[in-house]
Nanobody, 126 residues
């Protein structure tokens, strides 16, 4: 079973920066596409950014040119660098892995799909 744990959230003033990290743990052989999503109070969860295993990225229009997603496959970690933060960025940020290949033992493996972390709070306020 794959576990994702986000960290790096907190309180920051408008115009400030923050870097989120997501560490995947378990008997992981490889992880496919990963992404960051966010959910503000009373709203649905929205996509922020995605990154393929090869490093191709995609961003929501609202964060393009301000946020940067990256990953370190050797460490099973994905990052989100957030610059020029706005109050509208306030939300709980969630990490996602669309597919992970997991070692079960004795040479047996299986795929796990749609893995999610517990979320980390980001608050942008003066």
């Amino acid at each position: 079973q794959v576990q994702l744990v986000e960290s790096g959230g907190g309180l920051v003033q408008p115009g400030g920066s923050l870097r989120l990290s997501c560490l995947a743990s378990g008997s992981i052989v490889s992880i496919g596409d990963m992404g960051w999503y966010r959910q503000a109070p009373g709203k649905e969860r929205d996509l922020v950014a995605t990154i393929t295993r090869g490093g191709d990225t995609n961003y929501a229009d609202s964060v393009k040119d301000r946020f940067t997603i990256s990953r370190d496959n050797a460490k099973n970690t994905v990052y989100l660098q957030m610059n020029s933060l706005k109050p509208e960025d306030t939300a709980v940020y969630y990490c996602n892995a669309d597919r992970a290949l997991v070692e079960l033992g004795l040479g047996s493996r299986r795929y796990e799909n749609d893995c999610w972390g517990q979320g980390t709070q980001v608050t942008v306020s003066s």
